[in-house]
Nanobody, 123 residues
């Protein structure tokens, strides 16, 4: 069992920055890849970024490359999503995810979800 708790969402103007945090607890976290997804009303949850606990390897959705950075602090069991140059279309609920068998880039492979944190970008 893995528990995920997100924090760091809020309201920011376009062009601004936010850093989301996801604190994980549970057994054998190093066996999981961690990801961030986002969802807006009426749309399917979509992949944003992912990172491997063990190797640190990362994946990004094309729409956030060069703007968002995913990182991890193994000592704190925390994954971060640094979001820069935010745009109104980045407005969404952001979810932390843990994937036991995959790379945390596909909805269908996610084992655990956090409760989500709202990010709102004003124009």
């Amino acid at each position: 069992q893995v528990q995920l708790v997100e924090s760091g969402g809020g309201l920011v103007q376009a062009g601004g920055s936010l850093r989301l945090s996801c604190e994980a607890s549970g057994r054998r976290l190093s066996n999981y890849d961690m990801g961030w997804f986002r969802q807006t009303p009426g749309k399917e949850r979509e992949f944003v970024a992912a990172i491997s606990w063990s190797s640190g390897g990362t994946h990004y959705a094309d729409f956030v490359k060069d703007r968002f950075i995913i990182s991890r602090d193994n000592a704190k069991n925390t994954v971060y999503l640094q979001m820069n140059n935010l745009k109104p279309e980045d407005t969404a609920v952001y979810y932390c995810a843990a994937d036991r068998w995959g790379t945390a880039t596909r909805l269908s492979s996610i084992s655990y979800w956090g409760q989500g944190t709202q990010v709102t970008v004003s124009s």
